[in-house]
């Protein structure tokens, strides 16, 4: 099991970087000391199993949990057990006070092997499955909701992308990849035309020599990408 480990403690961290070690069945991936580190690390990266403090600097290990589109398995390891039923209104697995004996977080590890063993053997969903239709970015110290049917187009900035939707009064810069944010979207929906531009189909004017008019913008589109034009729109005029 790929897991995370978040927490602002340096102790904290080394102590369950040491426990980790000691399972066998456990692989740490990363350590982060807050939550703006986390949501990078689990847009680009497949987790399965965090270990969250709650009270930490910026967003608490609880508004991160409650942002994720896909969970991971979770485990909370904290110093304040009054947030013990808001944690387990998440479904995480186990909720751990600080100081934990390595008995009581194995504990907790075996709990979540089963689930992961179990989930890995349930069915895939299936079309019928009710999709989200928003996702979450970080900007500005806060995490936005947003709309995919909002989102008109996507600019790609090296480690950044700038967000632009039709209820913003300006676009939203964010610190992840555009290739990261293509993968929580909608195949169906959006495409990548460019390599620093994907576009909403249902937002999308007209394509002429080059140029995707959405709106008021005009986004250039890459023969590297013909393929997605083709798929957009059946052919390129």
Do not use: W
């Not at 808001?86 to 390595?102: C, N, R």
């Not at 610190?175 to 959006?190: G, H, N, S, V």
């Amino acid at each position: 099991m790929r897991c995370l480990i978040i927490d602002d403690e340096p102790l904290a961290l080394e102590l369950l970087e040491d426990n980790i070690k000691q399972v066998e069945y456990l692989q740490l991936t990363g350590s982060c000391r807050n939550a703006t580190q986390a949501i990078q690390i689990l847009q680009e990266q497949n987790i399965d199993l965090i270990f969250c403090d709650i009270q930490m600097p910026g967003i608490s290990g609880l508004q991160l949990v409650k942002s994720l589109a896909q969970k991971p398995l979770v485990i909370f390891v904290t110093a304040y057990e009054q947030f013990a039923i808001d944690g387990f209104e998440l479904d995480v697995v186990d909720y751990l006070l600080k100081p934990v004996s390595f008995e009581r977080f194995l504990k907790a590890c075996n709990k979540a092997h089963a689930m992961f063993e179990l989930n890995k053997k349930q069915p895939e969903p299936t079309a019928t499955d009710k999709p989200r239709k928003y996702l979450f970015v970080y900007a500005d110290y806060n995490l936005i909701k947003i709309s995919h049917d909002d989102i008109t187009y996507i600019e790609g900035l090296k480690d950044y992308v700038k967000l632009y939707a039709t209820n913003l009064p300006k676009p939203i810069l964010s610190r992840i990849t555009i290739k990261a944010l293509e993968e929580q979207l909608p195949a169906d929906q959006f495409f990548r035309v460019h390599k620093s531009y994907i576009v909403n189909l249902d937002h999308l004017h007209s394509i002429r020599k080059g140029r995707i008019k959405i709106g008021d913008a005009e986004i250039p589109f890459s023969e590297n990408y013909k393929d997605a034009i083709n798929r957009m729109t059946g052919k390129i005029q």
